[in-house]
Structure formats: structure tokens, C-alpha cells
């Protein structure tokens, strides 16, 4: 039975070779594992990511919050390994992508910390090879390697053949070949409220789980040094901002909704799913992104959200709109069926879902209050005649990425911006006020 750690918090950073080894899976039954052993668990995930850290919200029943190097910053992912570690058993880090993937990859943060990788190896083809995809994944960066989770494992045989392919490295645990995971669609896993059973599903995961008590106990216990709190500045002390959230409107970070809270703000939701309109008397109105693609119907046939909106507008109240938002704002949307969907009106155009992946990648915003950053990933295009007030820049590469739009007292654009990266700017945004 795994117990608490004698020295403090034991960390792992979950990696793989690419996506699709079952990274979010593994970390999920983990993380249910490990809180029904009455260990206090804490699950962040590393990138930008609204969906996984929902899942594994559920799975840990704790908030989680996300880490990168570049978005979030290695000051603030730092503080909040600090926080955790100081509360925790046990620190889950679930990479993205491969272990290298990306600038920067999770196994940049994983040496930023010195928290050592946990590689989800997908074992259903393969068997001594698995001992080499391992080597290498340690070697070739070099990191720190914890040990292997065996995934789709075929049974006690293979996961044998597996750990003495491992030479000096544990196989921490084994999976075995799933009869029902995780279900995905077009931006990710389908969000929890939409899974029927999940909770069963997770607890049929962590029963599977086969977890080496003995070498999960022999991991080295971690610390971070604390830092310094930082104080938010009090810019929207006083206002309220309402914001949409329901099934159409869910890509929040809570890092987001922390930030505007620090700033002062009160947060009023509403759901046009629901057909609620924004709550007349809040000061700004931002719609997050989302799924409104998936609901074009319900959206289209809510007169109240719709109406709210434009009154708003044509009164000069600040709407910030992202990604979903600016699906949601513009006058219409055709869905990957062809239905054209009336939507706000807010702005000239129409965006339109299409197969192909439209953008895909970390992004920051040049503001006269420094650099607001977030990332894009979206599979529908816009449509019409407008002409972008600004772009975000991609990075590293500083390539022009998505275009912002403004119309009046609204600010539209894909980009999705990670608030805490800088404060003033998402102030500036929700007062109205130049950026």
C-alpha cells in the first residue's frame, strides 16, 4: 500500500513518445489511485490545455492548473509546485505531446524543476523494444527518468518481457488493454459532464492500474523553494465581469478566473446554452472559448443571450470574445454539417468549421502593457470583409499569428490569452481601454 512520503512530496512528470500513448489516461487512473489510498494528490498539466485539466480535475478532485515555461512563465509554474508541495503527497505533471516536442517541451520543464519523467509506453505492439523507446526518451535529452507505465498491456507475460527490457529502470506500473476509455472529438477529450459514468470509468482505470507499490515508495521526495507572493495590482477592483459558461463556452483556464478575482473583480456567469442574457448591470462581458460549433442549434434559437449582447454593445459595454466567443459573436456559423447557424451579430463574418487544423500553437499579443500570451488551436476559418486592428506573433518563431478584430467596444480574436501572463493587459481588455 502506498503510504506518504517520510521526506515530503514525490513528483512525476508524465510523458511519451507522441500523443495518442494514453498519457491523459495513465495520469487519470493514477491520480484516482493514489486519492482513494487517502494520499493528497495535486495534477497540473504542462501547455496551454483547457480539456485535460477538467478530466483530471475529476479524477484527483482537486483544481488543476497548467505549466509552461513561456505562457505561464517558470517564476509562477515554479510558485505553484511550491504550494502544492507544501499541501501534497504526491505531484502529477501531465506532459504534452512527445517528451521533446515543442518549444518549450515538457522535458524542458521537467528539468527546469528537476522533477523526474514518468514515460507511458504503449505496449500493445511491441514488447523488448519497449526497453529501448525507454533509453532513449531518458538519453537523449538527457532527463531524469522515474520509471515506465506500460500501456495496453496484453497480460503478466508481456508486462514480464516489458520490465526486463527496462534494464536499470522500474516499471513503475502496467494498464491493460482498455474496453472502454477516454472519448475523444475534433480539439481534444469530450469534456466530463458529457461522459455518462465517468466516475466509474475513472474508478475502472485506477482498479486496472497495476502499481509497483515498492518502486513508487523508492522515489525521491521533491521540494521547490517558495517564492516571494506577488500582489495582483487592483485594477478592476469594484466591477463585475459576466461571463458565459456552460457546455458551449468552457475552454476557461482557472489561472484566468484567479486574475481577475486578484484584480478585484466580481464574476457573474451565464450560460447562453441556457438562452440566459449577460447580466445587465456587470461592466464587461467576456465569452470564453468553447464548443458553440456542436451546439448551433440551441445558440441560434436563444433570442435572450443574442439580445443581451447587442445591447451591451450598442451601449459601449466591453465584450471580450475568444475563439468560441468570436464564433459565438459574429453573425453567423456553419458547423462541419453546412447548417448556417445565426449567431450575435457583433461583427460582420462568419467563421466556418473545416476539417483541417486552422491553427495550432503557442502566441503572444503585443500590448502597450507588455505581452499578453496564450496560444491557438481551432478548426474552423473566419469569413468576411474585416480588417484586423493587430496579430499575435507565434512563437518562437515571431511569425504573424491570429489577427484581432474591434468593433466598437468589442475585441474579438482566436487567440486564447493566459491572463496572469499580463495583468494589465486583460484589465485594460474588460475596462475598455486601449491596448
Not at 158 to 173: E, K, N, Y
Not at 393 to 405: N, R
Amino acid at each position: 500500500m502506498v503510504a506518504p512520503h517520510p521526506a515530503g512530496a514525490v513528483a512525476v512528470l508524465v510523458s511519451a513518445t507522441a500523443s495518442g500513448q494514453g498519457k491523459t489516461t495513465v495520469t487519470a487512473a493514477l491520480a484516482r489511485l493514489l486519492a482513494r489510498r487517502d494520499l493528497a494528490v495535486r495534477v497540473f498539466k504542462a501547455g496551454p490545455d483547457f480539456i485535460d485539466p477538467v478530466m483530471l480535475e475529476r479524477a484527483a478532485g482537486s483544481a488543476v492548473y497548467n505549466l509552461d515555461l513561456w505562457m505561464v512563465g517558470a517564476d509562477a509554474s515554479r510558485a505553484m509546485l511550491a504550494r502544492a508541495a507544501s499541501e501534497a503527497d504526491v505531484i502529477l505533471i501531465e506532459g504534452v505531446m512527445g517528451l521533446y516536442d515543442g518549444t518549450p517541451s515538457s522535458a524542458d520543464l521537467a528539468r527546469a524543476f528537476d522533477v523526474p519523467v514518468l514515460a507511458v509506453l504503449d505496449a500493445s505492439a511491441m514488447a523488448q523494444t519497449a526497453g529501448a523507446v525507454a533509453l532513449g526518451l531518458r538519453d537523449y535529452g538527457p532527463v531524469a527518468m522515474a520509471g515506465v507505465i506500460a500501456n495496453r498491456v496484453a497480460g503478466s507475460g508481456h508486462a514480464a518481457m516489458v520490465a526486463s527490457a527496462l534494464r536499470d529502470m522500474p516499471l513503475l506500473a502496467c494498464l491493460p488493454r482498455q474496453t472502454a476509455s477516454l472519448p475523444e472529438r475534433h480539439l481534444g477529450l469530450v469534456l466530463p459532464d458529457e461522459v455518462d459514468a465517468l466516475d466509474a470509468l475513472l474508478d475502472s482505470l485506477a482498479d486496472g492500474l497495476q502499481l509497483d507499490d515498492a518502486a513508487w515508495q523508492a522515489l525521491p521526495a521533491v521540494s521547490f523553494p517558495m517564492p516571494t507572493p506577488q500582489t495582483m495590482p487592483p485594477l478592476l477592483q469594484g466591477k463585475q465581469i459576466a461571463v458565459a459558461r456552460d457546455a458551449a463556452f468552457a475552454f476557461l483556464y482557472r489561472a484566468n478566473l484567479d486574475c481577475l478575482r486578484g484584480m478585484g473583480a466580481a464574476i457573474r456567469y451565464f450560460s447562453p446554452l441556457a438562452d440566459e442574457p449577460a447580466p445587465e448591470d456587470a461592466d464587461a462581458i467576456w465569452l470564453p472559448g468553447g464548443y458553440p460549433e456542436l451546439h448551433g442549434a440551441a445558440l441560434s434559437a436563444g433570442a435572450a443571450w443574442r439580445t443581451s449582447l447587442r445591447r451591451a454593445h450598442a451601449a459601449g459595454k466591453p465584450v471580450l470574445a475568444e475563439c468560441g466567443g468570436l464564433m459565438a459573436i459574429c453573425d453567423s456559423l456553419v458547423d462541419k454539417d453546412g447548417n448556417d447557424w445565426p449567431m450575435a451579430g457583433l461583427l460582420p463574418a462568419r467563421t466556418r468549421m473545416q476539417p483541417r487544423l486552422a491553427a495550432l500553437g503557442l502566441q503572444g499579443w503585443e500590448s502597450a502593457h507588455g505581452q499578453l500570451r496564450g496560444h491557438a488551436f481551432h478548426y474552423s476559418r473566419l469569413e468576411g470583409d474585416i480588417v484586423a486592428a493587430g496579430h499575435a506573433g507565434k512563437h518562437p518563431s515571431g511569425d504573424s499569428g491570429e489577427a484581432v478584430y474591434r468593433a466598437g467596444s468589442l475585441t474579438a480574436s482566436y487567440f486564447h490569452a493566459y491572463f496572469p501572463s499580463c495583468p494589465e493587459a486583460a484589465a485594460a481588455l474588460l475596462l475598455g481601454e486601449p491596448t
